[in-house]
Every structure is written in C-alpha cells, then in structure tokens.
C-alpha cells in the first residue's frame, strides 16, 4: 500500500475519460460521485486527494473475503493508488499481486463501487482523500492459495458474518452490495 509518488492526483489536469468511468460506476453509497467528476474534469474539491483502487475478491461462494492489514485503517480490502498512466483496471490487478502475491484479472472491465476515504493530518501528510474505484475478482480455484503479504500487512479470507476488528467503516456497507449482486 505504498505511495508511489506519481499518481493521479485530484484535483489535476482534467481527466474526462476517467469522469466517464466514475459516472459509469454502479454503487455510490457514500455520495462522492459528483464531486469527484467535476473534479476529474478540471473542477475543485474541498480536499485535495489521489485517485485509488481497491480488490474486491470474495471466494466462488460470495460467504468469505479476503483483507489486508492496514497500519491506520484495520482490515480493509487490497488497494493503492492509481500511477500516472496507469489504467485503473491495471492498477487493481497490480496492487491486489502486490499486496497478497494474487495474479487475478477483474471480473468486468469497470469498477463496481467508489467509495471515498477521508485520511486525517498525521503520517500520510495533511488531511486528503483517497477517491477508490472498487473492482470485484472472482478467487475461483485461487482460493486455496497461500498469501504472500507485504511485510507488516497480514493477508486472510474472512467470512461475511464475522469479519475481523479493527476494520475499515466502509466494509459493512460495501459488503452486502457487492456480495448480493
């Protein structure tokens, strides 16, 4: 989950074709939709932040998910910023091999769910967001595979009823969104 220091950044130069691809984009429960494409066509926001990726990848039975450690959020699922240039598609698949050792492809061509993370002055520098395009992977025969987590990061599949503490706030909203379709 490291900053790699050349990400797309909002706001930034317009970005329509990313505007597009958050409109196109079908759960929205926290409401950033339209602030982050007018942002992402050239316009302000209230807090600067980065354009961010999450892996949604729920087992062939859609009753467990896999999580990541995070040092300052709890479990949350795998993700990272999008790199200047980078495909958002491209860069889930990326930060999902790079945060558990999973080679995955999303399970459709556009994100599923935005979901937005307010990050507090502190560590991570001044109060910005984290605007995340949330794609869904199926694990399929990849279930049974053993997770190679970054260091400080523990990876693990957790069922939907009981999933782990400290977590991310957004999980028990996006969890039956995602896990119903």
Same mark, same amino acid.
Do not use: K
């Given at each position: 989950?490291?900053?790699?220091?050349?990400?797309?950044?909002?706001?930034?130069?317009?970005?329509?074709?990313?505007?597009?691809?958050?409109?196109?984009?079908?759960?929205?429960?926290?409401?950033?939709?339209? @602030?982050?494409? *007018?942002?992402?066509?050239?316009?302000?926001? #209230? $807090?600067?932040?980065? /354009?961010?990726? =999450?892996?949604?990848?729920?087992?062939?039975?859609?009753?467990?998910?896999?999580?990541?450690?995070?040092?300052?959020?709890?479990?949350?699922?795998?993700?990272?910023?999008?790199?200047?240039? @980078?495909?958002? *598609?491209?860069?889930?698949?990326?930060?999902? #091999? $790079?945060?558990?050792? /999973?080679?995955? =492809?999303?399970?459709?061509?556009?994100?599923?769910?935005?979901?937005?993370?307010?990050?507090?002055?502190?560590?991570?520098?001044?109060?910005?967001?984290?605007?995340?395009?949330?794609?869904?992977?199926?694990?399929?025969?990849?279930?049974?595979?053993?997770?190679?987590?970054?260091?400080?990061?523990?990876?693990?599949?957790?069922?939907?009823?009981?999933?782990?503490?400290?977590?991310?706030?957004?999980?028990?909203?996006?969890?039956?969104?995602?896990?119903?379709?």
């Amino acid at each position: 989950m490291g900053f790699p220091g050349r990400t797309v950044d909002v706001p930034g130069p317009a970005r329509p074709d990313l505007a597009a691809l958050v409109r196109s984009i079908p759960h929205d429960p926290f409401g950033h939709r339209a @602030e982050l494409t *007018a942002a992402l066509q050239g316009g302000a926001t #209230r $807090e600067p932040g980065h /354009l961010c990726v =999450t892996a949604w990848v729920f087992a062939d039975d859609d009753r467990e998910l896999l999580l990541v450690r995070h040092r300052l959020l709890g479990w949350v699922t795998p993700g990272g910023h999008v790199e200047l240039g @980078e495909a958002p *598609a491209v860069a889930s698949a990326r930060e999902l #091999r $790079e945060e558990t050792g /999973l080679e995955l =492809t999303p399970s459709s061509d556009g994100p599923e769910v935005l979901h937005s993370q307010l990050f507090p002055d502190g560590p991570t520098g001044p109060t910005h967001w984290h605007h995340n395009l949330g794609y869904l992977f199926a694990a399929g025969a990849a279930r049974s595979w053993e997770p190679v987590a970054e260091p400080g990061a523990p990876v693990g599949w957790f069922r939907l009823e009981a999933l782990p503490a400290p977590r991310a706030h957004d999980l028990d909203v996006i969890v039956p969104l995602l896990s119903s379709r």
